[in-house]
């Protein structure tokens, strides 16, 4: 059945309150819930999975600083309804269908709250992962004010249970920012975008194996990706938001599984990016489109008040699935993300876009105490299926990377030609410092690198702080990371999740400072 767009209004996802506040901590308890939720109003209830019984889960708001503990709870069925593949690590059938760890995507965290893929556990904590250490999540906030993102990250099954609903919002606020008099309160909106696939009786669809798959195949195997044909944005597909003759503000997540975005007005009208992963941009940044990977986060600025009463505006999607940045359009979609319909104004619009927003330090290449290569690699399975790698290493593979607390380094990300790839670093943010081209031939037949132009410097939405780059085929993307306040075993990996479950993630210990020899001084 053909659903018809922009006959269903946007959902707003409500802000969670904590079950306790006091001096030194705020507490929350968010349960993992399976129920019945209607994505568009042609469409039968489908079976998810949601905190809090809610797709995407509620917002949790905090301020910089504060100490939030979060208890999450998983109150999940036994048995999955998304397709099992047994052959992956931790999928097997000695172990747990349903199990469960979240991680605070973008967050500065100890590592026993960071959400490590083999910390899951199941329902009432009856089976836990080796990596399982502590029921009760702690969150500093130590950061800057942002949007960040949690999401579920259990080992083998990442991409089913964040498609199954497992998602929500995590903004930390800070008075600084709100003496910007942006566009707040009503005006400030979260877009959580997802594609979908939905079945004939409405339930959602996710597929059990590749497109004819040959006869030594598993009968349930992953696939190299998934892009549904149905847009959702905070739960509901190709929904509509009246607007005012005013300026809004957007917290833009990209939570797909595979599918970029390519972001523009067909009313022409520009974007005002202010902000990215790590919070605000040092200045507003003007552009007609923006392209935002999985696990991206954009902060948008969009003025209607040229706009006449009853205008009609979409938001379109011009990006290729998967993303090659073809300029064709995407054959599963029609493109249409949502519509903004244009209302009488109900008051003045006396907020702001300051032309200098945030004060954001540039780190030196020459601060760089190493440089590290990150290679992203493709190779077959006992099943001839396709395995994305890093570094040539699975996930089991032992640790290769081990960076100090307060060291900076220099990290290279080596794309010789495999599609874009949303390369994600857990722990901390870090800043692009360029991208490079290169000879991928040459590469591929001696290992080297042959640089073939000039440093490009990254687009200005980029010059920010970043949890998530894009790092582009046939380029080295090199990025500046200092690791730290914590040390231990965290991972980092590509956002695609079919490709983190198989098998594009890798672990790395931070350790504690290193000591300079002979006085035994610690590095700053």
């Not at 379109?316 to 993303?323: E, H, I």
């Not at 209302?343 to 003045?348: A, G, K, Q, Y």
């Not at 100090?404 to 080596?414: D, F, M, P, S």
Request: net charge negative.
């Amino acid at each position: 059945m053909a659903l018809r767009p922009f006959i269903d209004p946007l959902p707003i996802p409500r802000v969670l309150q904590p079950l306790e506040r006091c001096k030194d901590k705020t507490y929350y308890e968010v349960r993992m819930k399976e129920f019945f939720h209607q994505f568009h109003s042609q469409l039968s209830p489908a079976r998810v999975w949601g905190y809090e019984g809610q797709v995407p889960g509620p917002i949790i708001e905090v301020e910089e600083g504060e100490s939030t503990h979060v208890l999450w709870i998983n109150d999940l069925p036994d048995k999955h309804f998304l397709p099992i593949d047994r052959t992956l690590h931790a999928s097997g059938h000695n172990m747990p269908e349903v199990r469960t760890v979240v991680h605070l995507h973008g967050a500065l965290v100890e590592p026993e709250s960071d959400g490590y893929p083999d910390a899951w556990y199941t329902n009432n904590f009856g089976k836990c992962g080796p990596r399982f250490s502590q029921k009760v999540y702690r969150y500093p906030n130590k950061q800057r004010p942002t949007m960040l993102w949690y999401h579920d990250h259990a080992l083998g099954i990442t991409r089913l249970n964040v498609y199954a609903g497992l998602a929500g919002l995590y903004i930390i606020r800070n008075e600084e920012e709100r003496s910007l008099n942006l566009p707040s309160g009503v005006y400030e909106i979260p877009l959580v975008i997802q594609d979908k696939s939905f079945n004939n009786d409405g339930s959602l669809f996710y597929p059990s194996n590749v497109q004819d798959p040959p006869p030594d195949f598993p009968d349930v195997s992953i696939t190299p990706g998934f892009a549904g044909n149905v847009i959702t944005v905070n739960g509901k597909a190709w929904p509509y938001l009246e607007v005012e003759p005013r300026k809004y503000r957007f917290r833009v997540l990209n939570g797909s599984n595979e599918r970029f975005y390519r972001m523009k007005l067909d009313s022409g009208q520009q974007f005002i990016q202010i902000g990215s992963d790590g919070g605000l941009l040092q200045r507003p940044y003007i552009t007609d489109e923006i392209v935002i990977g999985p696990a991206e986060r954009c902060d948008l600025i969009i003025n209607f008040s040229n706009q006449t009463v009853g205008a009609a505006i979409t938001l379109l999607n011009t990006a290729r699935t998967p993303f090659d940045f073809g300029a064709e359009p995407d054959p599963l979609t029609d493109g249409r993300i949502m519509q903004f319909r244009v209302v009488e104004r109900t008051s003045d619009d006396t907020s702001t876009v300051p032309q200098f927003l945030s004060r954001i330090p540039r780190m030196s290449e020459f601060d760089a105490v190493r440089t590290r290569d990150i290679t992203f690699n493709v190779t077959t399975d006992q099943f001839n299926r396709l395995m994305f790698l890093l570094n040539n290493h699975e996930y089991m593979d032992g640790v290769s990377e081990s960076p100090a607390v307060g060291e900076t380094e220099c990290w290279r990300l080596i794309n010789p030609g495999l599609g874009v790839h949303p390369f994600h670093i857990h722990q901390i943010q870090f800043q692009v410092l360029d991208r490079i081209p290169f000879d991928t031939v040459a590469y591929a037949q001696t290992g080297s690198i042959r640089y073939t132009g000039e440093p490009e410097l990254p687009h200005p939405g980029d010059r920010g702080w970043k949890d998530t780059v894009q790092a582009h085929p046939g380029y080295v993307t090199r990025l500046l990371v200092r690791f730290g306040p914590y040390a231990g075993r965290y991972v980092y990996h590509c956002h695609i999740l079919e490709h983190e479950d198989y098998d594009m993630m890798r672990p790395f210990d931070v350790v504690a400072p290193r000591k300079c020899p002979p006085c035994g001084d610690a590095f700053k």
